[in-house]
């Protein structure tokens, strides 16, 4: 994978700093281009996901940069796999990533009545015919990357009774599957794409937009390149697994009479560590419950993403950052994990919250009395303001801030250290109170009154500072943390299942958040020292559910888990 800088800002592709768009550029120079016209063309047989984006950021991107346009184009061709529920969340997702087709919504099927004329001037000019082979015989007798393929025995059907077959396929006179309409173009071509290609199959289904009308649908490669051509687009951007099928793009394209002339560009596709983007695997993972939906916030679709709590600004500064090249390669979970931190950390208001709570009593606090601090909402942005947070008698602190017998490197709370709660005071731990089973359930502390505000008037300093809520003010809550959905930086796409991350999601049920977060919206926040979080749609009044959208990027859960290893250590 090449490396890129992760500390500089500035994102690699600018206009005009790309393969592609040094192509469009250079054809709107010369004037073989009057406008960029691209289109982003997803089929509908599942959700939108973040190598989608990848797609959808180039093809919209070019037509922004370059002052032309983008058309979303359903690819609906195969009425077995598509659902309405499809269409909508792909408009929707695409909208959300920040993208607007305007008047440009189109659809393969809008074409089927052309597509199926274009396809008898071929039977006309020689260059179709339907053949009856069986499945299974047009398999075997298409050849190897060795060895040639063998002829039809019904290649060369006359153009009447091809039309007639043709015909009577459209009717409705045959079964699915029993024919097919094949181009003829050469079954001993070097390139097995070339070798005949199926254009037509009959399949007695229901489409979602023309119902009943159809019993012949024509399969991707007839299709795709007619309807650019019918929608005047430039440059067909599509992946790398194309490559190969262009000499058929093209064949179609110079052998009918369409009104345009599109060419098609290949660029690498979006692979990402420990993510699978296969959309069959998607599908089976939500088909047999290995997660709760397509917005299951451990998904990589553009729903999940979003119910997580990924601003979308932060997966297009991704896709800026990793560019396009024409070579597949793997990238970085992290690369898109500092995308969203960056995004977050601009946006996000601080807020503290405890996620597992340890009771701490401070005993020369006077019982019954609160008091108001004051807290910022940002540290970099003082235009965020403050906010009053109440402090009193009994706090919450997180369990793993205190350690009973502390290794050398851990400066937080423990019986008789000095800490600071933030914005508040110092405390020193007094003692511990332990349940039957030895397990630590309350502190018991002191406080130091000239410390309000965390600083101390004789100058004395403490090594850590941590974070805290009022035991009777704060709201109960609960929290979802999402670890990767796989264990492996490359799971086996073919089984899935094995690969899977037992511990993707954690359920923290007895977080207490601070009172403010108990009006939080949609936006995202982030708890302090804890990570970035965001309100899911699951809670309802009186039952907060935060999502973590992700952990912060400090040495702070190093330190933690090095210090788990060494407490475990020190225990046993
Ligand atoms: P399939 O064809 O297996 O159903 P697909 O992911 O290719 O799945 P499409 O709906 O055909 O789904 O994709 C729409 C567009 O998005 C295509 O142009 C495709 O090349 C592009 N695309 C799909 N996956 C990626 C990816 N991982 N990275 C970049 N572009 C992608
Ligand atoms: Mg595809």
């Known amino acids: 994978m090449a490396k890129v800088d992760m500390a500089s800002g500035d994102a690699p592709a600018e206009a ?29 047989n599942g959700y939108l996901h973040i190598g989608h984006a990848k797609s959808i950021c180039l093809n919209f991107g070019i037509a922004q940069e370059f002052g032309g346009r ?12 598509e659902e309405q529920e499809y269409i ?14 305007g008047k440009h919504l189109y659809h393969a099927s809008d074409y089927f009545e052309q597509l199926y004329n274009w396809a008898e001037d071929l039977i006309r000019a020689s260059l179709a015919y339907v053949d009856d082979q069986t499945h299974e015989q047009m398999r075997v007798n298409r050849g190897t990357l060795t060895e040639p393929g063998k002829n039809s025995p019904f290649r060369d059907r006359s ?5 007639d077959l043709f015909r009577r396929m459209r009717a409705g006179e045959f079964e699915s599957g029993a024919r097919v309409l094949r181009a003829k173009i050469d079954m001993a071509a070097g390139n097995i794409n070339l070798r005949d290609p199926v254009m037509y199959r009959i399949l007695h289904a229901p489409h979602p937009r023309t119902g009943a009308a159809w019993k012949i649908y024509p399969s991707y490669d007839y299709a795709h390149g007619q309807s650019d051509a019918i929608e005047h687009i430039t440059h067909s951007i599509c992946t790398l697994e194309f ?59 553009l729903a999940g993403l979003r119910r997580r709590g990924v601003p979308p600004a932060a997966i ?61 909402n940002h540290p970099d942005d003082p235009g965020a303001g403050s906010r009053k947070i109440k402090f009193a008698r009994e706090l919450f602190i997180e369990q793993h801030d205190f350690m009973e017998n502390p290794p050398k490197k851990f400066f937080r ?48 300093k403490v090594k850590a500072t941590i974070h805290w809520v009022s035991a009777a003010h704060a709201v109960p809550a609960e929290v979802r943390i999402y670890n990767p959905l796989f264990t492996k930086p ?45 309100l899911d749609p699951d809670s309802a009044p009186g039952k907060l559910i935060f999502n973590r959208t992700i952990g912060l990027r400090d040495t702070f859960a190093k330190d933690v888990a090095k210090e788990k290893a060494a407490g475990s250590a020190q225990r046993s």
């Open 159 to 163: 153009v009447d009774e091809n039309l």
């Open 490 to 534: 490359d799971p086996d796409a073919q089984n899935f299942v094995a690969d899977l991350n037992p511990s993707s999601l954690e359920v923290l049920g007895d977080a207490r958040v601070e009172p403010a977060l108990a009006e939080a919206g949609a936006e995202p926040v982030q708890f302090e020292r804890n990570g970035y979080f965001c």
């Open 316 to 376: 297009r500064d991704f896709v800026k950052r990793i560019g396009v090249a024409k070579a597949n390669s793997v990238v970085d979970v992290g690369m898109f994990e500092f995308s969203v931190r960056e995004a977050l950390n601009k946006s996000a208001l601080r807020r503290m919250v405890v996620l597992k709570p340890l009771k701490v009593v401070i005993e020369n606090y006077p019982e019954g009395q609160v008091e108001e601090l004051d807290a910022v």
């Open 243 to 301: 490559e190969d099928h262009r000499p058929l793009y093209d064949w179609f394209i110079e052998n009918l009479k369409v009104p345009s002339r599109p060419r098609q560009y290949e660029f690498a596709r979006l692979n990402l560590t420990y993510t699978v983007l296969s959309k069959r695997v998607l599908t089976l993972l939500v088909r047999d419950g290995h997660v709760k939906g397509w917005d299951d916030p451990r998904m990589p679709t």
């Open 70 to 81: 983008c058309h979303l184009r359903f690819d609906d061709t195969n009425p077995v796999k």
């Open 16 to 44: 005009g700093r790309d393969f592609i768009r040094d192509i469009v550029k250079a054809d709107l120079d010369a004037g073989r281009a009057k406008e960029v016209v691209t289109r982003f063309p997803p089929e509908p």
């Open 88 to 101: 909508d969340a792909i408009e929707a997702d695409v909208r959300w990533l920040g993208f607007d087709w």
């Open 413 to 460: 709370l423990s019986p008789g250290v000095e800490v600071r709660l933030r914005y508040a005071y110092f405390i020193t731990c007094k003692e511990v109170k332990k349940n039957v089973k030895g397990e630590v359930v309350e502190l018991r502390c002191g406080y130091d009154p000239g410390t309000k505000g965390g600083n101390a008037p004789d100058g004395r």
